[in-house]
T-cell receptor, first 111, second 112 residues
Framework: GQQLNQSPQSMFIQEGEDVSMNCTSS?????WLWYKQEPGEGPVLLIA?????ELTSNGRLTAQFGITRKDSFLNISASIPSDVGIYFC???????????FGGGTRLMVKP | DSGVTQTPKHLITATGQRVTLRCSPR?????VYWYQQSLDQGLQFLIQ???????AKGNILERFSAQQFPDLHSELNLSSLELGDSALYFC???????????FGSGTRLTVV
């Protein structure tokens, strides 16, 4: 079946630093999504990407849909303590609307 | 508020017992998905329902079952509970087509 490899698994950074995480797949996706999960809560959609090569920003977050359609990355600039959480990538294939989730990147920010 | 409602928020029960988790999807969404998240783990897909019919199955144990009712709310039944079933259980809904799921805030199940 489809698998998403998300890296890094965890990051411990200083406030103000930029963060980069990525997902790679063995299969092509038509949509890439990035979610954030805060402690004790459900994942919340941050950014959705619908076209290969697309670069989309949401405040300090920027995500790109890879040209090969097999990868995506998420950058967070000038991190702040409230960026703490688990970030999940998800890919949506051609048939139906099932999402395949990456294993998550746990981000910790030191003030 | 995401529009997806899960109850209860917390549940503590003993091994061997049976519990039912409830989910009301976002208004207009026909698909409901159930996920299990153990401590520090990723999201494990359990099962999907679409308009009352089972659509896809993931790593769902035989002790677990689910259904979606005519009003589109869904229930996840967990029986013969074991300590290892302690986890966060999330429900998500979608309207189909492209775009993501909307998640509820989860039910934290603790089996003692």
């Amino acid at each position: 079946g489809q698998q998403l490899n998300q890296s890094p698994q965890s990051m411990f950074i200083q406030e103000g630093e930029d963060v980069s995480m990525n997902c790679t797949s063995s299969s092509i996706f038509n949509t890439w999504l990035w979610y954030k999960q805060e402690p004790g809560e459900g994942p919340v959609l941050l950014i959705a990407l619908y076209k290969a090569g697309e670069l989309t920003s949401n405040g300090r977050l920027t995500a790109q849909f890879g040209i090969t359609r097999k990868d995506s990355f998420l950058n967070i600039s000038a991190s702040i303590p409230s960026d703490v959480g688990i970030y999940f990538c998800a890919g949506q294939g051609e048939f139906g609307n099932m999402l395949t989730f990456g294993g998550g990147t746990r981000l910790m920010v030191k003030p | 508020d995401s529009g997806v409602t899960q109850t209860p928020k917390h549940l503590i029960t003993a091994t061997g017992q049976r519990v039912t988790l409830r989910c009301s999807p976002r208004s207009g969404d026909l698909s409901v998905y159930w996920y299990q998240q153990s401590l520090d783990q990723g999201l494990q897909f359990l099962i999907q329902y679409y308009n009352g019919e089972e659509r896809a199955k993931g790593n769902i144990l035989e002790r677990f079952s689910a259904q979606q009712f005519p009003d589109l709310h869904s229930e996840l039944n967990l029986s013969s509970l074991e300590l290892g079933d302690s986890a966060l259980y999330f429900c998500a809904s979608s309207g189909g087509g492209r775009g993501g799921y909307t998640f509820g805030s989860g039910t934290r199940l603790t089996v003692v």
